[in-house]
């Protein structure tokens, strides 16, 4: 089975730094890559999505990579705010029309 | 729009009794799904659907059905709950983008059986 892992449970940092999420996969490489971010009590949110032959998307201050050697995406967030703090989740494609999804890395932006 | 749409929020049940979850969307997506999620375990995949009369399983499906008679409703139902169903329950609607999977979840119906 295709599997994700997000191997930071949570992440605390301080306003204005750049955080910094991992997502690793396992078995064959996904067609894509997702990052969602989640509020305590609603349900997740689409933020990005980067397809297996582009290495870098940006978006406002949010950056993702795809590295296919390492099986891994890294999602970034550059001078982080409080708003900020959320859970972020990855997903990847499964071959099916449903997605498999990280158990998610909740995100501390300390004023 | 409203986009998806989830009832109800908050849910008791006691061991056995049976329920329905209603899930509706109004984007037209001819996708649909129903994950659970649990403390440390991410979202997982109960039942999925393609179509109007297209469902199949996904990672746990057990104790749950699905039906889909129209592109806009989904409905989940437990058969006999169990405390093991207790947990926050989503629902999505899948936008078809050149082949890339965006899913849109409903705000989530939080289930607890005693």
């Known amino acids: 089975s295709q599997k994700i892992e997000q191997n930071s449970e949570a992440l605390n940092i301080q306003e204005g730094k750049t955080a910094t999420l991992t997502c690793n996969y396992t078995n064959y490489s996904p067609a894509y890559l997702q990052w969602y971010r989640q509020d305590p009590g609603r349900g997740p949110v689409f933020l990005l999505l980067?397809?297996?032959?582009?290495k870098e998307k940006r978006k406002e201050r949010l950056k993702v990579t795809f590295d296919t050697t390492l099986k891994q995406s890294l999602f970034h967030i550059t001078a982080s705010q409080p708003a900020d703090s959320a859970t972020y989740l990855c997903a990847r494609d499964t071959g099916r029309r449903a997605l498999t999804f990280g158990s998610g890395t909740r995100l501390q932006v300390q004023p | 729009n409203a986009g998806v749409t989830q009832t109800p929020k908050f849910q008791v049940l006691k061991t056995g009794q049976s329920m329905t979850l209603q899930c509706a969307q109004d984007?037209?997506?001819?996708?649909m799904s129903w994950y659970r999620q649990d403390p440390g375990m991410g979202l997982r995949l109960i039942h999925y659907?393609?179509?109007?009369?297209?469902?199949d399983q996904g990672e746990v499906p057990n104790g749950y059905n699905v039906s889909r008679s129209t592109t806009e409703d989904f409905p989940l139902r437990l058969l006999s709950a169990a405390p093991s169903q207790t947990s926050v329950y989503f629902c999505?609607?899948?936008?078809?983008?050149?082949?890339?999977?965006?899913?849109?979840f409903g705000p989530g119906t939080r289930l607890t059986v005693l």
């Open positions: 984007m037209n997506h001819e996708y």
């Open positions: 999505a609607s899948t936008e078809d983008n050149r082949g890339v999977d965006t899913q849109y």
């Open positions: 659907s393609v179509g109007a009369g297209i469902t």
């Open positions: 980067i397809r297996e032959n582009e």
